[in-house]
């Protein structure tokens, strides 16, 4: 099945700082999400970014598919960021499942 | 409200009974999804659905069993033959293949 690293595994930001998280993916993908996991476990969606660059406030998202990568942006970061983000991809011989990635741990301190 | 609703949010079993965890959705959406998180770790798949009357096994199916009599309803099982059961469940669904997956709250079941 489709292998997904992400990078770094913890982050620690000073608030007001700049970070970029990445989703490696070992083979093609028709599907691609990223998430944001509050302390009280509830998956909160980001992006639905198969493909492109999309903004969303002070996130942005970037999926080069041909390079099975992707990239989140948190600018200007507050202490509402912290929680765990998680990557999820899905592929055309995947059927219709999504397989995530080990998360990044983010800490934003005030 | 259209969403995802799981139930209990928090379950408490003894050992070697089966118990069973609620998903139910009002998205109209035909694929349904279980997943399992442990402390500080990724999520797992252990079922899904695409379709009503229809399931496959995930990557951690061992020790569970699900239904899926409705579109709407997608209930774990999880039997005493899991040997750790304890552990954050999510369930997830999403309408058209290449479409956008949503999650309910999740269920912390703890074996003692």
């Known amino acids: 099945g489709i292998q997904v690293e992400q990078s770094p595994p913890d982050l620690i930001l000073q608030e007001g700082a700049n970070s970029t998280l990445r989703c490696n993916f070992s083979d093609s993908v028709n599907n691609l999400q990223w998430f944001h996991q509050n302390p009280w476990g509830q998956l909160i969606n980001l992006f639905y970014i198969p493909s492109g660059t999309k903004q969303n406030g002070r996130l942005s998202a970037t999926t080069v598919a041909t390079e099975r990568y992707s990239l989140l942006y948190i600018s200007s970061s507050q202490t509402t960021d912290s929680g765990v983000y998680f990557c999820a991809v899905g592929g055309s011989a995947a059927g219709n499942k999504l397989t995530f990635g080990g998360g990044t741990r983010v800490l934003v301190k005030p | 409200d259209g969403g995802i609703t799981q139930s209990p949010k928090y379950l408490f079993r003894k050992e070697g009974q089966n118990v069973t965890l609620s998903c139910e959705q009002n998205?109209?959406?035909?694929?349904m999804y279980w997943y399992r998180q442990d402390p500080g770790q990724g999520l797992r798949l252990i079922y899904y659905?695409?379709?009503?009357?229809?399931?496959q096994k995930g990557d951690i199916a061992e020790g569970y069993s699900v239904s899926r009599e409705k579109k709407e309803s997608f209930p774990l099982t999880v039997t005493s033959a899991q040997k750790n059961p304890t552990a954050f469940y999510l369930c997830a669904s999403r309408g058209r293949v290449n479409t956008e997956a949503f999650f309910g709250q999740g269920t912390r079941l703890t074996v003692v």
């Open positions: 998205l109209n959406h035909d694929a």
């Open positions: 659905s695409q379709i009503v009357n229809d399931f």
